[in-house]
């Protein structure tokens, strides 16, 4: 047991980590929302643009395609499976998937939208922070790792044992009683 627990910590480890290269890529892909300021008020420059919403949409495709990622990864090097093992995965990601928001956030446009408006000038255009708004796609990645695990334990992983072994040959398999109401062992 104390094995699988260190190689679930690992696991989860390795998951967390890679959320700082799903966090530069959110930066890196993710279309940016433009603001502009009157001097009074921050507008958004495209009232009817999908910006806002591509920042949710982005999120969640990497997540979805890291979370695919990390399950078969974590299948192929233990196929055994085990509690701890999935427990691993769904931290993982989870922190993973925190830890790329947190990042995106932090490396991305200026979070404070007010003072921004006012030291870029009246009129001028600028970039909103990257915000989810759906805080939920933060769930796609571990939901998406452990789906995709369960997928592969289901269709590759190792059997259980049969519980009953297999009729002797020669001995047919007891069938239950006979519905014509006859005791067994009767002719026919």
């Known amino acids: 047991m104390k094995t699988e627990v260190r190689q679930a910590a690992v696991l989860a480890v390795a998951v967390a980590v890679s959320?700082?290269?799903?966090?530069?890529?959110?930066?890196?892909l993710t279309p940016r929302v433009p603001l502009i300021s009157d001097g009074k008020a921050v507008y958004l420059k495209d009232t009817e643009g999908e910006q806002a919403i591509a920042i949710d949409g982005t999120f969640t495709?990497?997540?979805?395609?890291?979370?695919?990622?990390c399950g078969v990864v974590?299948?192929?090097?233990?196929?055994?499976?085990?509690?701890?093992?999935?427990v691993g995965l769904a931290i993982g990601?989870?922190?993973?998937?925190?830890?790329?928001?947190?990042?995106?956030?932090?490396?991305?446009?200026?979070?404070?939208v007010v003072a921004h408006a006012k030291a870029v000038g009246k009129g001028v255009v600028f970039d909103a922070p990257l915000e989810l708004k759906a805080k939920g796609v933060l769930l796609a990645w571990p939901v998406a790792a452990l789906a995709v695990h369960l997928g592969l334990m289901a269709l590759f992983g190792p059997r259980d044992p049969e519980p009953y072994p297999a009729p002797y040959a020669?001995?047919?398999?007891?069938?239950?009683p006979r519905s014509d109401?006859?005791?067994e062992g009767t002719g026919s």
Do not use: M, N
């Open 19 to 28: 959320g700082i290269l799903v966090g530069l890529l959110w930066l890196w």
């Open 61 to 69: 495709l990497l997540a979805l395609g890291f979370g695919v990622v």
């Open 74 to 86: 974590a299948f192929l090097l233990r196929r055994r499976g085990g509690l701890p093992l999935v």
């Open 93 to 112: 990601s989870l922190c993973g998937a925190l830890l790329a928001w947190q990042l995106g956030k932090w490396f991305g446009p200026e979070t404070d």
């Open 170 to 176: 020669g001995h047919a398999p007891y069938e239950g």
């Open 181 to 183: 109401g006859r005791p």
